[in-house]
Structures are given as structure tokens and as C-alpha cells.
């Protein structure tokens, strides 16, 4: 059964104390609220948050993403963090192939391949992100770009693996710009992914996944976008820095 998922982006903003001041506060309105098996609230926090926000937030309403892993099992890879660390903390869920990390620190398909294969390997449930630039929509090839990126990703992932994946839809021009995508042309794009995934996995692995929304969702727009057929929630970054309007769109979906 395709879930729904809030899922939010906190890039890299808040210290710790202010996160978890953020996270509580979801967490308080979470906790009188039934939100059934079939809907997820996930935080995608930076890593040095995610300890201290594990300890305040009930893990049965809310799950913790990290935002990146590295490529590499473990050794001498300065900085990175590896998918078997954040597994070892509790993290769920891990945002992979955000349209920053392929824009400014140049990972590639190929490297995004990789770390998709380091998350299954540690039952970490990846959120794959893909999406169109302004300029590849306007020459009409948005199909192609996301068609290209989802067979880059997958073309080794078995349907094991692949069960265990969560997609983001996210055109690189609605990212932090306040132009969301029209709930149309998010709802076309969904359709064209999910037949894209049917072509590899078949109909019911396609049926049961979901795909979310990116590309600023606001309290404002949610509803719309999240009331398409397709469309199994959000990822959301800018507004789930607050709390209020995050929960809003909680509410919305
Ligand atoms: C994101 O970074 O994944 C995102 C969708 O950002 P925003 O909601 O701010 O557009």
C-alpha cells in the first residue's frame, strides 16, 4: 500500500538547539494525533542534529532522514559519513540526488548510484530526488532528463531494493524559488514516473510506491498539489523550518 510522506529538508540552517526546539514542537502536535499506518512525517536534518533530536521525538510518529551518505563503506574519506553510521544512530531514511548536492558539490548519477546501493545495504530507505532545470523544461526536456536520471539510478537495483526506495519529483526551478510547480504539471510528471518504474518493476511495485512533491510547497499550496492522485505527499525545505506552517502541511495531506 503507497504511503504518504511529509518529509522535511532542513538543508543547512538551524544549530542544534534551535532544531530541536523545532522538532518538539512537531513532536507535541504529532503525539495527539492518529496518523494511521499509511502516513509518515520524516525530518531531514543536518547530521550534527540527529542524536539530540532522536532523544525528544517519538520514534512511532516521527522518523529521522539524513540529507547525504557517503559512496564508501568506511576508511580514509575525510568529512563523509557513512549509511552504516547513520544506521548505527537510528536514521530511516536518507535524501539522496537533491538537486544542490549534483549542483554544488558535483555528484554525479554514477555517485548517486553508489550511495543508493549504500543505503539499501544498510536498510536505510533512500529518498531519490530528481528533476528538471528551467532550461531543460523550456526546450521541452523535462521527460527526458528525469527518465535518464531514474535509469542512471536504478539500473542495477533489484526489486528487493527497489520496494525500499522513496521518489521525490523535484524541478530544480520551483527549489527555494516560491514557483511551485502547477499541481498539473506535478500530476504529468508523476504519472510519466510511475510508468517509467512499471516499465522496470511492473505495475503493482510502481502502484506501490510513493512520490512526493518538491519545490516550494507552502501551507498555502499544499492541499492543491497534495489532493492529485499521484502524488503521495512532499518533500518540503523552507517551510518546514516553521514549525507551524510545516504542520499545516502535515495537516494538508
Ligand atoms: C528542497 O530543498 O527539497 C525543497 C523542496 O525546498 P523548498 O521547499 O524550499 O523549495
Known amino acids: 500500500m503507497r504511503k504518504t510522506i511529509i518529509a522535511a529538508n532542513w538543508k543547512m540552517n538551524t544549530l542544534p538547539k534551535e532544531g530541536v526546539e523545532i522538532a518538539k514542537k512537531i513532536n507535541n502536535y504529532l503525539s495527539g494525533v492518529e496518523l494511521g499506518l499509511n502516513k509518515k512525517v520524516v525530518l531531514g536534518v543536518p547530521f550534527t542534529h540527529i542524536s539530540k533530536i532522536m532523544e525528544v521525538v517519538d520514534y512511532k510518529k516521527i522518523a529521522i532522514a539524513a540529507q547525504n551518505c557517503s559512496q564508501y563503506d568506511f576508511g580514509a574519506y575525510t568529512g563523509e559519513i557513512s549509511a552504516e553510521m547513520l544506521k548505527s544512530l537510528g536514521v530511516q531514511y536518507v535524501i539522496l540526488g537533491h538537486s544542490e548536492r549534483r549542483l554544488y558539490f558535483g555528484e554525479t548519477d554514477e555517485i548517486i548510484a553508489q550511495k543508493l546501493q549504500q543505503a539499501y545495504k544498510n536498510a536505510i530507505f533512500p529518498i531519490f530526488c530528481c528533476g528538471e532545470t528551467l532550461q531543460q523544461r523550456e526546450k521541452g526536456n523535462h521527460f527526458n532528463v528525469v527518465e535518464t536520471q531514474l535509469i542512471n539510478a536504478f539500473v542495477k537495483v533489484d526489486k528487493f531494493n527497489f520496494q525500499r526506495t522513496v521518489i521525490a519529483y523535484e524541478p530544480v526551478w520551483a527549489i527555494g524559488t516560491g514557483q511551485n510547480a502547477t499541481p498539473e504539471q506535478a ?25 512526493l512533491y518538491g519545490g516550494s510547497v507552502i501551507a498555502n499550496n499544499a492541499r492543491q498539489i497534495f489532493k492529485c492522485e499521484h502524488i503521495d505527499g512532499g518533500l518540503v525545505g523552507g517551510a518546514s523550518l516553521k514549525p507551524d506552517e510545516f504542520i499545516q502541511i502535515i495537516e494538508s495531506a
Open 187 to 211: 500530476q504529468e510528471m508523476h504519472v510519466f514516473i510511475r510508468k517509467i518504474i512499471s516499465n522496470f518493476y511492473g505495475h503493482e511495485i510502481a502502484n506501490d510506491i510513493s512520490i
